[in-house]
Structure formats: structure tokens, C-alpha cells
């Protein structure tokens, strides 16, 4: 925690030490700007951490983001971080019971194997030919929409023009998702794996109005320019903490445990007040970047706050003795884990779900999708753990809004992750809680977060992971030049509330330091 007395005045003030605002702060520093970022935890980081939430036990979790796709390489080159991700060989297993028995859909390990996993699982070539003519339109896509995240905003029309397939352009901007998927899938199963792409973190129906599924769809199928969701070595710190050492490098000075209370604008000259654990105080800004809530920002800056949107998630971390065996012998849970493990994400079953949670109820089987962090990356676990073969899971719930935990979080939350691993079990040989290690103090190595839990432990309005619905990544009124203006001409939104925020990406945080660089605010 750095004192601030003797430097009264920077270039940028950062509310947030999250990764946007390290990606602004290191940006603007290597720029020759005075920086100072503001963080009112003991760390930096935001959601984009690593730690050992098992006491005594050496594993080091990404306790909440888990995954990367959306940072764009160049902002890992422009700021020369130290950091690395692996790709993952198996996309994701799904397992199912059919004619009697447990089967299942793995798609990875190569062409041919996933081709006879689709033939296995449907009977036939067709929804094979029909899955890589879908994806082989939606890769076109991503190499085309995914450069123009860290340029300045394009019009709806220069978008358009610049993906250039009028059929992918209404199947992705203009209709529900839900319908493209029934045109092109037969299969339930397959029509759901598809359609979890447009539900992590949103709480929506297939064929939902406001396309809010489709936002969500569409950034989880542009990541990197390819869709691909990759690991982060290390852990998701491992970012947070490289970009930290960047922003330090670069001569930003990094506050933790000075929260920022209020922001003061004309215009031109900005002063932020603060507080400490012992003080108070204030500093003076030319622009101030905001790494935080739109909510937060309107808190701070005395503004009429915008409605929050509802998250609709379950995250939950385990740490196993070994991953459990599948009641579908045919595939190995090495195999089966690596990728994304889907949960009761059949099509009609995600319909269901959703149906009854939009009537106040938890889902009777609550879809979720698994994902074992270690089988690529065993850096996060100690020698020993190692040794012995213990493995991470990370799983994600959806349709879980934040309304249904309103009355007793921690009831429900209990309620929902028995229901959660019921569903889970259903599929496995052996029951999960066989598989979970132990703490030193002999309790079970698993944790829940429900929307409400990060709602309190990380500032997120109503729990929603992306801090509001996701938007388009093309100008609409009053967005700006690049998507992180705000009506206080100096002060910037660079968290994931900005335009094409979402997800750990970074691209906010980037877009903001651009505004600043090109003059916004000046």
C-alpha cells in the first residue's frame, strides 16, 4: 500500500484494480502518464484471481473468472506480459442415457473421432455436416468481428458490410439464436450444447426477444478470432499479476486498500476522494478511469444509477483425490474433464430450467458445465498434490438468477448445489462426494458462489459476471467513439460495463487508455 502524500496530481486516476484497470493503468504509464489506480481490497485482480480456498491445502484456484478467450494477443504483446495459455484438445463431452444405457457426445481429439462420436450419438453423418457447416459460418465471423474490438467502435452498417453473409448476419444479429439452431440441429443433445454458448452468466430463452442470448452467443464464439476458450498457466492470477508488474514497471502506482468514495468533475479537472483502513484524502486527475460497475460509476460520480442486471449463475470450485469414473465407459474422464463436461444441458432441458426458475423456482435439474483446470495445467496444485493425483474441478450453473436466492441465500444456495451435483452424479460411477478431498481441518474441498455471494464479495450489481447485459460491439447512440464514454467529458468507464466489455478480455481497459492517448477528456 503506497503513500500517496507528496504526489497530489496524476495524468489518470483508475478506480479498480481489476484487469481492465491494470491494462489502462499499464497502457497510459508505458505512454509516459502519471497513474495511479485505486483499489480498495488488500490485492489487485478483481475477479481475476487465483487462491487457495481450502485452508492447509496447496491449490491455487481462479476462484472466479476461469478461462480465457476474449483478450486479444496484441494487448499481451504491447505490454509484453508474462503470460501463458494452453489450448485444450477435447472441446467438450455431454454425457446422455439413450436406448437404455449412458452414451455420450465428445467433440475433440480430432476430426475423425468427433465424427464417429456425433455418428454414435445420432445415427447418421448428417448433424455432424450440420455442426461444421454452423461453426465453419460462425469462425468467419470471429476472424472478422474479433480485430475490430480494440479499434474504434464501427457502425452497424460498417459491421455488417465488413462480416459479409447476410443469412449469418440475421441468424446472429436479427433473429433468436433458438432459431438458427433448429433450422440447422435435429438432435436435442447437440442443440444444446450449442445453445450454452449464448447462456453462461445470461438468463434467457432460446427464442428471447431482446437477442440478449445472442450478445452472449456472439462473444463466446469470436474469442481470439477462432472461439476457442483457453487455459490460463498459472491460474487466472497469473494474468492479473503480470499486468500488475507491467503497470508498476511502467512507473503506475498501484493503491490497494484506498477505496474511492466520490469523483468531482467540470469537465476538465477531475478530484477523487478516497478513504484508507486510517484515512482520508483526495486527489487530483485530468481524466479519471473508472474500472468498475456502471452502477458504482453513477454512485461516485452522484449520477441517476442505470437499472442492474440480474446474474444467473453458480460457480463452484472442488478440489478432488481423483477424477471419478463415467458410467459411459467408452470415454475416459482424462478425456471427458479436459473439455467443457455439459450437465443437463439437453435442449428441452435448458428450456425447462429456465421456465422454472422464471417462475421463482430453483431448476428440478440444473444444467451446468465442468471443466477439470489441472489436466492442462497442473501448475496450480503443489508436488505432493500432484503426486497423489489430485485434480481441480471448476463447474458453472446457469439459470439461477440472483431473484431466487433473495430470501436466505445460504439455504438455497445448499439446496441448488445438492441438485447441481445430483445431476452430475447421475452420469458418474461413483458418487462425487467419494471423489472430494479434504482440508486440514477434514472438511470436504468445495465452495458455491451464488449471484448474491458476488454480488457482496466483488461489487457486482445483482451478481450479473459482465457487470450488465452484454451489448453489441458496434456504436448505437450515445456510445462514443470507443465505447467507454460517459456524459462527464474527463471521466471514462473502462470496466466490463463499457462497450464490448465482458469476460476477461481486457479490451475495455485498452479502449479507455486509447480515448485518453487520442485526447478524450482533454
Request: charged share 25%; net charge negative.
Amino acid at each position: 500500500m503506497p503513500a500517496l502524500e507528496g504526489h497530489r496530481a496524476y495524468d489518470a486516476v483508475i478506480v479498480g484494480g481489476g484487469h481492465n484497470g491494470l491494462v489502462a493503468a499499464a497502457y497510459l504509464a508505458r505512454a509516459g502518464r502519471s497513474v495511479l489506480v485505486l483499489e480498495r481490497l488488500d490485492h489487485t485482480g478483481g475477479a481475476a484471481v487465483s487462491t487457495r480456498p481450502f485452508a492447509g491445502v496447496d491449490a491455487r484456484l481462479s476462484r472466479y473468472s476461469y478461462l480465457v478467450s476474449l483478450l486479444p494477443k496484441k494487448i499481451v504483446r504491447d505490454l509484453g506480459l508474462d503470460f501463458r495459455v494452453r489450448g485444450r484438445t477435447i472441446s467438450s463431452y455431454t454425457p446422455v442415457e439413450r436406448g437404455g444405457g449412458p452414451t455420450g457426445l465428445l467433440v475433440g481429439g480430432g476430426e475423425r473421432r468427433t465424427r464417429e462420436a456425433f455418428a454414435r450419438l445420432t445415427g447418421g453423418e448428417r448433424e455432424y455436416a450440420a455442426w461444421q457447416r454452423f461453426y465453419d459460418r460462425t469462425g468467419r465471423v470471429a476472424q472478422r468481428v474479433f480485430p475490430t474490438l480494440t479499434e474504434p467502435l464501427p457502425t452497424r452498417d460498417e459491421l455488417r458490410r465488413r462480416i459479409d453473409d447476410e443469412d449469418t448476419w440475421r441468424a446472429l444479429f436479427e433473429e433468436p439464436i433458438g432459431v438458427a439452431i433448429e433450422e440447422h440441429f435435429t438432435d436435442d443433445l447437440v442443440r444444446g450444447v450449442v445453445l450454452t454458448d449464448a447462456l453462461i452468466g445470461t438468463f434467457a430463452d432460446a427464442h428471447d426477444a431482446s437477442l440478449k442470448q445472442n450478445r452472449c452467443f456472439l462473444y463466446h464464439v469470436i474469442g481470439g478470432g477462432t472461439g476457442a476458450w483457453d487455459v490460463p498457466v498459472g491460474g487466472m492470477g497469473a494474468l492479473t499479476d503480470a499486468l500488475a508488474d507491467a503497470a508498476r514497471a511502467a512507473g503506475a502506482v498501484l493503491a490497494t486498500g484506498h477505496e474511492a468514495v466520490r469523483i468531482d468533475t467540470d469537465g476538465t479537472t477531475a478530484e477523487v476522494a478516497y478513504r484508507t483502513a486510517g484515512t482520508e484524502g483526495t486527489v487530483a486527475a485530468r481524466r479519471v478511469l473508472v474500472n468498475a460497475s456502471p452502477q458504482h460509476l453513477a454512485a461516485l460520480t452522484g449520477d441517476a444509477p442505470p437499472t442492474p442486471a440480474e446474474g444467473a449463475q453458480l460457480k463452484v470450485n472442488m478440489l478432488l483425490k481423483r477424477l471419478p469414473r463415467l458410467r459411459d465407459t467408452s470415454v475416459d474422464p482424462r478425456e471427458a474433464f479436459a473439455g467443457t463436461f455439459h450437465v443437463a444441458e439437453g435442449y428441452d432441458q435448458l428450456a425447462t430450467a429456465h421456465a422454472q426458475a422464471a417462475a421463482g423456482e430453483l431448476p428440478a435439474a440444473p444444467p451446468s458445465e465442468i471443466y477439470c483446470h489441472s489436466l492442462t495445467d497442473p501448475t496450480i496444485l503443489g508436488p505432493e498434490l500432484i503426486e497423489q493425483g489430485h485434480q481441480t474441478l471448476t463447474l458453472f450453473g446457469l439459470h439461477t438468477p440472483a431473484r431466487l436466492f433473495a430470501q436466505d441465500n445460504d439455504a438455497v444456495r445448499e439446496e441448488l448445489l445438492k441438485l447441481t451435483l445430483a445431476q452430475l452424479d447421475a452420469h458418474l460411477a461413483e458418487p462425487l462426494a467419494d471423489c472430494l478431498a479434504t482440508d486440514a481441518d477434514g472438511r470436504p474441498c468445495i465452495e458455491a458462489k451464488t449471484p448474491l455471494d458476488l454480488e457482496r464479495d466483488l461489487r457486482l450489481p445483482g451478481g450479473n459476471i459482465f457487470h450488465r447485459d452484454l451489448s453489441w460491439p458496434y456504436a448505437q447512440e450515445g456510445t462514443g467513439r470507443w465505447g467507454v464514454e460517459t456524459r462527464h467529458a474527463n471521466v471514462l468507464l473502462c470496466g466490463a460495463g463499457a462497450v464490448r466489455g465482458g469476460g476477461v478480455s481486457g479490451v475495455p481497459g485498452h479502449n479507455a487508455a486509447m480515448a485518453v492517448l487520442e485526447g478524450v477528456g482533454g
